[in-house]
C-alpha cells in the first residue's frame, strides 16, 4: 500500500465553489420512516477481523440487507423520492404519479431509484453501459425499473440518461454532483446519514479509526460529516479507493477536481474516475488520510472477509480490505468500518 497521503487541507476544507454535506439527519429518519422497508442494519463486533489485523476492535456497520436491496444505496434514492412525495401531500404511497426519475448506475444506485420510485407510485428509468451485465438490468427490471442499454460506459449512459431527462421533462436523479447540478445529490447523501447516525446510536464510545470506501465519494463524504458533526475531531478518519480509480486523493493532491485515467477495476462500485463535487469539499475539509487499494490486496481481502463470516464485493469491502493489507493504525486501534454490500457477480 504505497499510495497514502495525509490530507493537506483538514479542517479547512477547498473553496469548490459547492455546499458542504449535510449533517441534518432528523429529517431524513421522519421520512424513511414512512417506508415499509426501513429498518436500522446492524453494527457487527468481528474480533476474528480484530485478531488478524492486530488491532484491539473491528465494528462493522452491516449494509448486506439493506432496505432488502442489499447495499447503503438504498438510503439515498429512496430519501430523496419520499421526500419529493411528502411535499405533494396527501396519499404518499401514490403520491408521485405523474413523476419520473432516470439516472444512469453501474450499480446499487439504479436498484434504489427503481425501489424509492415504486414505494411512492412514481416510474423509474435507468440507463446502463453495454458492459454491464445482464444480470443486473433483469435485477431492476424486477423492481419495477425500465431499463435502456447506451454508452460503452458510466459516464457514456449518464450522459445518455441526462439527454433523456432534459428532452421529456423527468427528473434526472444522479447520485455524484457537478457544477450546476448540486441540489438533488446533496438530498441523496443526506440520505446516507440515516447509516451514520445508526452507528453513533449502536456504538457507545467513539472509535479510534474509521474505515470509509469511496467511489464517487458520496457516502464517505456523508458519513465523515456526521462522525465529524457528532464525536468531533478525535476518530481518524481514512478514506480508501481503487488504485485504478484514484479520483478523491488525486484531487485531494492537487487541491481541484481532477478527472483520472485508469484500467477497469475489480471494485466496480468502486471504479468512478471523477469525485463528485460535493463530497470532495466535505472530504477535503473532514477526512485525514487517502490511500488507494491494489486489485490484489482487495481479492486477498474479501477473501478474509469471507473467512470471518462477513462476506462482501470487493466494493463493499475495501475499507477492511486496506486495513488487512497492512494499513498502519496501531494495536490500540478500535475501528469502524462499513460493509456496504454483499457478496456479487454483478
Not at 490530507?7 to 476544507?13: A, E, I, L, T
Amino acid at each position: 500500500m504505497a499510495n497514502i497521503l495525509q490530507n493537506p487541507w483538514r479542517g479547512r476544507g477547498l473553496d469548490l465553489k459547492a455546499p458542504m454535506p449535510s449533517v441534518e439527519a432528523h429529517s431524513v429518519l421522519e421520512l424513511l420512516g414512512r417506508c415499509p422497508a426501513y429498518a436500522a442494519t446492524p453494527l457487527l463486533s468481528v474480533p476474528e477481523l480484530a485478531r488478524r489485523a492486530q488491532v484491539s476492535e473491528v465494528w462493522v456497520k452491516d449494509e448486506r440487507d439493506r432496505m432488502g436491496l442489499g447495499s447503503f444505496k438504498a438510503l439515498g434514492a429512496a430519501h430523496v423520492i419520499a421526500r419529493a412525495a411528502a411535499a405533494r401531500g396527501g396519499d404518499i404511497k401514490h403520491a408521485l404519479a405523474d413523476r419520473c426519475f432516470v439516472t444512469a448506475s453501474a450499480g446499487n444506485h439504479g436498484l434504489s431509484v427503481a425501489a424509492g420510485a415504486a414505494q411512492f407510485g412514481a416510474r423509474a428509468i435507468v440507463y446502463l453501459a453495454t458492459t454491464v451485465p445482464d444480470s443486473f438490468a433483469d435485477r431492476l427490471r424486477a423492481k419495477g425499473a425500465e431499463v435502456v442499454v447506451e454508452g460503452a460506459d458510466y459516464a457514456a449512459s449518464m450522459a445518455a440518461a441526462e439527454a433523456a431527462a432534459e428532452a421529456h421533462g423527468w427528473t434526472l436523479l444522479s447520485d455524484s454532483s457537478w457544477p450546476g447540478y448540486v441540489d438533488l445529490p446533496g438530498q441523496v447523501m443526506q440520505g446516507y446519514l440515516a447509516l451514520a447516525a445508526e452507528v453513533t446510536a449502536q456504538l457507545a464510545e467513539p472509535p479510534t479509526h474509521i474505515l470509509l470506501q469511496a467511489g464517487v465519494g458520496g457516502l464517505a463524504a456523508a458519513a465523515a460529516a456526521w462522525f465529524r458533526h457528532t464525536w468531533g475531531r478525535g476518530p481518524q478518519i481514512i478514506v480508501v479507493e481503487p488504485d485504478a480509480a484514484p479520483a478523491l486523493i488525486e484531487s485531494i493532491r492537487a487541491g481541484r477536481v481532477v478527472e483520472t485515467q485508469g484500467p477497469v477495476s475489480a471494485m466496480g462500485r468502486l471504479d468512478c474516475k471523477t469525485p463528485s463535487l460535493i463530497a470532495l469539499n466535505g472530504l477535503a475539509r473532514d477526512a485525514d488520510v487517502f490511500v488507494t487499494l491494489s486489485e490484489d490486496e482487495a481479492a486477498e481481502g474479501i477473501a478474509a472477509l469471507a473467512d470471518c463470516g462477513v462476506a462482501s464485493s470487493p466494493s463493499g469491502g475495501a475499507g477492511l480490505a486496506a486495513m488487512l493489507a497492512g494499513l498502519e493504525v496501531g494495536a490500540e486501534a478500535r475501528v469502524l468500518a462499513i460493509l456496504s454490500e454483499g457478496a456479487t457477480d454483478d
